[in-house]
């Protein structure tokens, strides 16, 4: 491959940038450079950089080109430098970000409606950390406040656009999946109770009874599905 | 195997931390998954028994939070009780009284899976080193973000009424400020120059009213165009621009402005 100035400039331009650059603004920035053929030269960078057993790549992140460092060596940069810590977020925040990732644009009560709880003071913090906006209002009464995404999510999970998260449909099958698999569980587990319940009773005798704590629990099991509460 | 023998925060080496739940729903499918039940058919006398056991020991220690959990254990009943009422004629066999819960609970936990991704996608990242570039963070002097949210917006326009001073003295006067005037007032601003920031816009606001009112009209004309506004980075000063249609004749009616004045008042509320 060739290393003729364009690569170059293009490699320069992504490692001056404070923030994740647009291929649009480096193919404006080079005379007859299209968005196309700035992805191809950072392609060709990152091979040539994986060549020459280099510690950095160029990522696309939030729409945008940005230099990291590849795992492997982070360790090493991570001794050597105090860590800068990233804000944690809790389990009411991803879940209403993950709900707000899928279902953009989406208001605060559609939220509350999929968790089942009041989510002010959640929507309002994830609108401090910037992780979320305010996209515009929805039809109908009220015209409520409907939030979207924004770019310091996709860079704060390490994504470069929303199509980089898993499909829904991925998601419902590994429910379902999870579900399935328990429910195979479950109803082996009875399956091998009903088996045992039965050898008891070939057994005249007596003397082999593996079965009768299970019998005994099955039975419980169901007077108390039956019973009122 | 009695579920009354269970010693849910009753014993000292057993306690339940109410906290790790988000909610009804989270409870349910905790529940679910400890009694082994299948979750598209729910035993609801055994769950509504357990879910009682640990509501109890929500309203006990946090009220605030009690009322959702409340609420649910009250749909819980209703359930049941439709269950146990005879059908009525007419009414289809397939109908189960627990298919929008189970719904609800299948809804939920696919988000929550959806939340587990995101945290592993979160860990991933924060090994990801990135260097600092060797600019640094300074203003760039292109704008590298457009999309400067009415959140932004309403943030400075927060900090700006922070630091009109109120008078002391009280005299009730006519303030003569129209929506018209402002908007006149900005348009002359931007004449001669590109770009301002925000804060030079109420450089001349003395006054709350003013300041009120030259918000709105800024963001009239945000809205049609004729000034844009910008930050470099999140959380950067937000910069105002003549917009595209900057030099386009002002002749929007007066009703538009009054629409736009009550959203504001609206957002303003509902952000505090």
Sequence with gaps: MEHGTP?????????????????????ESIEGMTVAKVATMVSELNDKYTQGASAFRIREIAGGFQFHIIPEYTGYVEDLFTRRRKMRLTQAALETLAIVAYRQPITKSEVEHVRGVASDGVIHNLLEKSMITIKGRAKGVGKALQYGTTDEFLKFFGLNDLDALPRMSEIEELVRAAEDRRQTELRLENVAATEAMSMKLNVADGTFDPASREEEELIEVETEETEAI | MSIENEPIGVSSDYRVDIGVFQGPLDLLLFLIRKEEVDIYNIPIAKITRQYLKYVNLITALDLEVAGEYILMAATLIRIKTKM?????????????????????????????????????????????????????????????????????????????????????????????????????????????????????????????????????????????????????????????YRGERYFDRLDEGEAVIAGIQDEVVETVEEME
């Design chain 2, 84 to 240: 146990l009422l005879p059908r009525t004629e007419g009414e289809e066999d397939t109908f189960d009284p627990r298919e929008e819960l189970i719904m609800a609970l299948v809804e939920y936990k696919k988000f929550k899976e959806a939340s587990e991704i995101l945290r592993d996608r979160a860990l991933i990242e924060e090994q990801t080193y990135v260097p600092p570039s060797p600019v640094g963070k300074v203003e760039s002097k292109v704008d590298l973000m457009p999309a400067t949210t009415l959140f932004d917006l309403v943030s400075a326009y927060k900090q700006v009424m922070s630091g009109v001073r109120s008078e002391t003295f009280h005299q009730v006067g006519f303030e003569e400020v129209s929506i018209e005037d402002r908007v006149g007032h900005l348009l002359v601003f931007f004449k001669d120059k590109e770009m301002a920031t925000f804060y030079e816009l109420f450089a001349d606001a003395p006054k709350k009213i003013v300041a009120v009112v030259t918000f709105i009209a800024l963001l009239e004309l945000v809205r049609s165009h004729r000034l844009t506004v910008m930050q470099s980075v999140p959380f950067a000063e937000v910069r105002v």
């Design chain 1, 7 to 27: 690569h170059a400039i293009v490699e320069a331009l992504i490692l001056a940038s404070p923030e994740p650059i647009e291929s649009k603004k480096i193919a």
